[in-house]
């Protein structure tokens, strides 16, 4: 896997602090060795690709961050604070400042576009009006160009708006991380390009840093500030 | 399609490496002890996730908060999922045990006994097995496909980091749902169980609704609706648990899914029959 951090020109680091710290973190699954002694971090404002073949750990590796899965060894340190000793409440509030793209984009199915969205807003903001709450929804869904899918079910939507409506999903509890699981995989070039560009939109909007983890070196390519290669869970290159 | 990046052949050419064959071979010479040990420990193993489960289920359904639109949602497709099914059968029953007991009892000249015993037999078991069964087949594997899905597709992920608790969620509203839908399924095929009844009684048009009625309420009595209706409480619990355990604990990967749903049908089609088994023998001591 590779992990790199990419800084735009125009859009400098202002704050050196890193606000997402992984330490020589293993994870083994029975026999399999997935992460082996991986450290990264993350500094405010940043956007990080890490890279890495099918298989290497990529996903293992960000549900650590999220404590979906607990690793063996090592430490992972957000905002300062140590994830697996995080009490259960402290976990929570810890989930509510990250944003979490997944992979196969994750929408409910059997819930329309609008409860995907609402889902996550009346949860963790809770106490918006119904007003409060449609204007978000109704927002978010805007920013990613897909104002008319309200009342779809993600079963009718193409591959690259499911995509969309899941980043729509996420962005819309304004996380202050976000973690991007191959956000472009499975789709064409040029829904790929759109996503990629939604991305540094969401950048420069809600002023998120972000993890984006991908297996394709071109959309690597794209956006770095900086960037990390990960093989067989070892960081083996770094550079800007 | 793109050229692959220089940089980035190394990693494309990983998966051809060959497997050493003596790996091969030392799980051969020894299968068969392996098969042996791996069966107990797959047993034991999944005998300890499912406690697990099941304590986990119970914990949370007695914690605060309560998914109560959720519980709704599922007791309404419990009922659209099964119940054209369950009338179909239910008239049926009561059809065709009638047919078949009639000329039997006639020999002894004892129909006016068959309302009774038809209303006693559907009450009893046939009513309660029967929907189980059906409901096994339909609400088990909806349920095992449905959350095996979910967390094939991270969608039991993404709620977890929505500060959702999907045991809560997910899986106490369908067990709930199931505990409390399964019964009134029941009651209500018992009911056109005794319709279809009287419908095989009537064929020649001389049996009146209200005397056949009268004479099958008239042999039931609370000692056959109560372990009747406790055993139904205790199927749908079984299938919603089994269900969502299946389903919720599905490994990873699109085929796992319908292994999920597969086995959700099997397992939980066994667990009625089983319990129905203890229920009969503790209805009979009392
Ligand atoms: N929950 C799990 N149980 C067992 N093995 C897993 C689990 N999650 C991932 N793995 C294994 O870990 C390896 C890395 O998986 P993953 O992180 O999904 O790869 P990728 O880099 O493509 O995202 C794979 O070999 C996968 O089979
Ligand atoms: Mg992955």
């Given at each position: 896997?590779?992990?790199?951090?990419?800084?735009?020109?125009?859009?400098?680091?202002?704050?050196?602090?890193?606000?997402?710290?992984?330490?020589?973190?293993?994870?083994?699954?029975?026999?399999?060795?997935?992460?082996?002694?991986?450290?990264?971090?993350?500094?405010?404002?940043?956007?990080?690709?890490?890279?890495?073949?099918?298989?290497?750990?990529?996903?293992?590796?960000?549900?650590?961050?999220?404590?979906?899965?607990?690793?063996?060894?090592?430490?992972?340190?957000?905002?300062?604070?140590?994830?697996?000793?995080?009490?259960?409440?402290?976990?929570?509030?810890?989930?509510?400042?990250?944003?979490?793209?997944?992979?196969?984009?994750?929408?409910?199915?059997?819930?329309?576009?609008?409860e995907n969205l609402e889902f996550p807003l009346k949860r963790i903001?809770?106490?918006?009006?119904?007003?409060?709450?449609?204007?978000?929804?109704?927002?978010?869904?805007?920013?990613?160009?897909?104002?008319?899918?309200?009342?779809?079910?993600?079963?009718?939507?193409?591959?690259?708006?499911?995509?969309?409506?899941?980043?729509?999903?996420?962005?819309?509890?304004?996380?202050?991380?976000?973690?991007?699981?191959?956000?472009?995989?499975?789709?064409?070039?040029?829904?790929?390009?759109?996503?990629?560009?939604?991305?540094?939109?969401?950048?420069?909007?809600?002023?998120?840093?972000?993890?984006?983890?991908?297996?394709?070196?071109?959309?690597?390519?794209?956006?770095?500030?900086?960037?990390?290669?990960?093989?067989?869970?070892?960081?083996?290159?770094?550079?800007? | 399609?793109?050229?692959?990046?220089?940089?980035?052949?190394?990693?494309?050419?990983?998966?051809?490496?060959?497997?050493?064959?003596?790996?091969?071979?030392?799980?051969?010479?020894?299968?068969?002890?392996?098969?042996?040990?791996?069966?107990?420990?797959?047993?034991?193993?999944?005998?300890?996730?499912?406690?697990?489960?099941?304590?986990?289920?119970?914990?949370?359904?007695?914690?605060?908060?309560?998914?109560?639109?959720?519980?709704?949602?599922?007791?309404?497709?419990?009922?659209?999922?099964?119940?054209?099914?369950?009338?179909?059968?239910?008239?049926?029953?009561?059809?065709?045990?009638?047919?078949?007991?009639?000329?039997?009892?006639?020999?002894?000249?004892?129909?006016?006994?068959?309302?009774?015993?038809?209303?006693?037999?559907?009450?009893?078991?046939?009513?309660?097995?029967?929907?189980?069964?059906?409901?096994?087949?339909?609400?088990?594997?909806?349920?095992?496909?449905?959350?095996?899905?979910?967390?094939?597709?991270?969608?039991?992920?993404?709620?977890?980091?929505?500060?959702?608790?999907?045991?809560?969620?997910?899986?106490?509203?369908?067990?709930?749902?199931?505990?409390?839908?399964?019964?009134?399924?029941?009651?209500?095929?018992?009911?056109?169980?005794?319709?279809?009844?009287?419908?095989?009684?009537?064929?020649?048009?001389?049996?009146?609704?209200?005397?056949?009625?009268?004479?099958?309420?008239?042999?039931?009595?609370?000692?056959?609706?109560?372990?009747?209706?406790?055993?139904?409480?205790?199927?749908?619990?079984?299938?919603?648990?089994?269900?969502?355990?299946?389903?919720?604990?599905a490994g990873r990967g699109t085929e796992s899914v319908g292994k999920?749903?597969?086995?959700?049908?099997?397992?939980?089609?066994?667990?009625?029959?089983?319990?129905?088994?203890?229920?009969?023998?503790?209805?009979?001591?009392?």
């Amino acid at each position: 896997m590779t992990v790199g951090n990419e800084t735009s020109g125009a859009d400098p680091v202002m704050d050196r602090e890193h606000i997402l710290e992984i330490d020589h973190l293993a994870k083994a699954f029975g026999s399999l060795d997935v992460l082996n002694n991986l450290s990264l971090k993350l500094y405010n404002g940043e956007n990080l690709v890490v890279l890495g073949k099918s298989g290497s750990g990529k996903s293992v590796l960000i549900k650590c961050i999220v404590r979906l899965l607990t690793p063996d060894q090592g430490t992972i340190k957000v905002f300062g604070e140590n994830v697996n000793d995080l009490t259960d409440k402290g976990l929570e509030e810890m989930r509510e400042k990250i944003g979490f793209l997944f992979q196969s984009g994750a929408l409910y199915d059997s819930m329309t576009v609008k409860e995907n969205l609402e889902f996550p807003l009346k949860r963790i903001k809770k106490g918006l009006s119904r007003k409060e709450i449609d204007a978000k929804v109704e927002e978010v869904l805007d920013n990613v160009g897909l104002g008319q899918t309200l009342n779809k079910m993600p079963s009718e939507l193409s591959g690259g708006m499911r995509k969309r409506v899941s980043l729509a999903r996420t962005i819309i509890v304004d996380p202050m991380i976000m973690l991007y699981d191959e956000p472009t995989t499975g789709l064409d070039p040029v829904t790929s390009d759109e996503i990629s560009e939604l991305i540094n939109e969401v950048k420069a909007k809600y002023k998120t840093s972000s993890i984006i983890i991908t297996h394709d070196i071109e959309c690597a390519k794209q956006r770095p500030t900086a960037s990390s290669c990960c093989k067989t869970g070892k960081s083996i290159w770094k550079g800007a | 399609m793109r050229k692959i990046n220089p940089a980035y052949k190394k990693y494309v050419k990983l998966p051809n490496v060959k497997l050493p064959n003596v790996k091969q071979k030392a799980i051969k010479l020894s299968d068969k002890t392996i098969e042996k040990k791996e069966l107990a420990t797959i047993f034991f193993s999944e005998l300890g996730e499912f406690f697990l489960f099941l304590f986990n289920t119970f914990k949370e359904t007695f914690s605060r908060e309560f998914e109560f639109k959720e519980f709704l949602r599922q007791c309404f497709q419990i009922g659209n999922r099964t119940l054209p099914l369950i009338s179909v059968t239910g008239v049926v029953i009561g059809l065709v045990l009638t047919i078949q007991s009639r000329p039997v009892l006639a020999e002894f000249g004892a129909v006016s006994m068959l309302p009774g015993m038809v209303a006693v037999s559907i009450i009893r078991e046939m009513g309660p097995v029967v929907t189980a069964l059906i409901c096994a087949g339909r609400i088990g594997s909806g349920m095992g496909a449905e959350l095996g899905s979910m967390k094939v597709t991270e969608q039991i992920d993404a709620m977890e980091v929505s500060s959702t608790n999907p045991m809560r969620f997910l899986v106490v509203t369908r067990v709930l749902a199931a505990t409390l839908m399964i019964p009134i399924l029941v009651l209500y095929a018992d009911a056109l169980g005794i319709l279809g009844s009287w419908a095989g009684a009537n064929i020649k048009g001389d049996v009146p609704f209200v005397l056949f009625i009268s004479q099958a309420f008239a042999a039931i009595g609370f000692d056959d609706l109560l372990p009747a209706v406790a055993k139904t409480i205790f199927f749908g619990a079984a299938i919603g648990l089994v269900g969502c355990y299946k389903g919720y604990t599905a490994g990873r990967g699109t085929e796992s899914v319908g292994k999920a749903a597969t086995s959700a049908v099997v397992l939980s089609s066994l667990f009625v029959i089983l319990i129905d088994l203890i229920a009969v023998q503790i209805t009979d001591m009392l």
